[in-house]
């Protein structure tokens, strides 16, 4: 591990997450957010749902482990939300179930650490027409539907009231964007930038609202090596520096 540590925060789900770094993706954009300030770790893992998610908790988050992390993000439920498969094979996980195992990981995950927060993604909408004309002849019928992502979506947010998870609700957050159908998706399922930018604004309203010592909000948090130099760039008077530890002009959006 190379120093000076920083806050770890570990993106932990399925292709949603491994992909969040393509396509402008919002694991990215965490990641420009947060330089200075904390590691964005991922954990992501295309096609997986939450049976194979319980599976490895320990091996991902082990609660003996030196330093844990500072905050989890989690998402899981698109692959548990498809349609079942007549052979029983395949990524579908019966809705109680899914409840049952997302519980397993937010316990686990609060009992890592007192300092430890997290934060559950729920399922997406998709783009129903774009995910039938995309389907590849490898796949046997895949079974998406919004009326699946929403019973999913709203069963997982109903699991972190009880559990006391803060939840961001992708499902609606999405669908309030009035052309989310052609701008959110590559393929109808995964982000493109568009819907990213939509998860980062929701993630970072609740890091901003949370009543959290210390805040992880981006904007409360030390850069690190933040102090004057006479190596940064001359300023105009030919007599100073100016720092730059702290600009963002670079960016596209000028996040909160």
Same mark, same amino acid.
């Given at each position: 591990?190379?120093?000076?540590?920083?806050?770890?925060?570990?993106?932990?789900?399925?292709?949603?997450?491994?992909?969040?770094?393509?396509?402008?993706?919002?694991?990215?954009?965490?990641?420009?957010?947060?330089?200075?300030?904390?590691?964005?770790?991922?954990?992501?893992?295309?096609?997986?749902? @939450?049976? !194979?998610? &319980?599976?490895?908790?320990?091996?991902?988050?082990?609660? #003996?482990?030196?330093? +844990?992390? %500072?905050?989890?993000?989690?998402?899981?439920?698109?692959?548990?939300?498809?349609?079942?498969?007549?052979?029983?094979?395949?990524?579908?996980?019966?809705?109680?179930?899914?409840?049952?195992?997302?519980?397993?990981?937010?316990?686990?995950?609060?009992?890592?650490?007192? @300092?430890? !927060?997290? &934060?559950?993604?729920?399922?997406?909408?998709?783009?129903? #027409?774009?995910?039938? +004309?995309? %389907?590849?002849?490898?796949?046997?019928?895949?079974?998406?539907?919004?009326?699946?992502?929403?019973?999913?979506?709203?069963?997982?947010?109903?699991?972190?009231?009880?559990?006391?998870?803060?939840?961001?609700?992708?499902?609606?957050?999405?669908?309030?964007?009035?052309?989310?159908?052609?701008?959110?998706?590559?393929?109808?399922?995964?982000?493109?930038?568009?819907?990213?930018?939509?998860?980062?604004?929701?993630?970072?309203?609740?890091?901003?609202?949370?009543?959290?010592?210390?805040?992880?909000?981006?904007?409360?948090?030390?850069?690190?090596?933040?102090?004057?130099?006479?190596?940064?760039?001359?300023?105009?008077?030919?007599?100073?520096?100016?720092?730059?530890?702290?600009?963002?002009?670079?960016?596209?959006?000028?996040?909160?």
């Amino acid at each position: 591990m190379v120093g000076p540590g920083r806050p770890q925060f570990v993106l932990f789900g399925s292709s949603i997450v491994q992909l969040s770094y393509s396509n402008g993706g919002w694991g990215a954009i965490l990641s420009d957010v947060y330089a200075r300030k904390a590691d964005i770790v991922l954990r992501g893992y295309y096609g997986w749902n @939450s049976r !194979r998610a &319980i599976e490895v908790l320990d091996q991902v988050f082990p609660k #003996d482990a030196a330093v +844990q992390p %500072s905050l989890i993000i989690v998402y899981f439920g698109g692959n548990d939300s498809m349609g079942p498969h007549s052979s029983g094979l395949g990524p579908h996980v019966p809705l109680h179930e899914y409840v049952e195992n997302m519980r397993t990981i937010g316990e686990h995950l609060k009992s890592l650490s007192d @300092s430890t !927060r997290i &934060i559950f993604l729920s399922c997406p909408p998709v783009n129903e #027409d774009k995910v039938r +004309q995309t %389907s590849s002849e490898f796949f046997s019928e895949l079974v998406r539907t919004n009326e699946l992502c929403q019973m999913y979506s709203e069963a997982c947010l109903k699991l972190c009231k009880e559990i006391g998870v803060p939840a961001v609700d992708l499902f609606s957050a999405i669908r309030r964007r009035p052309d989310w159908l052609n701008t959110c998706f590559t393929d109808g399922v995964h982000l493109a930038a568009e819907g990213s930018k939509v998860v980062v604004e929701e993630i970072l309203k609740v890091l901003k609202e949370a009543e959290w010592e210390p805040s992880l909000h981006w904007k409360s948090m030390p850069t690190e090596f933040a102090e004057d130099s006479p190596y940064d760039l001359v300023a105009a008077d030919g007599k100073t520096t100016l720092n730059p530890s702290e600009w963002t002009f670079h960016r596209a959006i000028q996040w909160d």
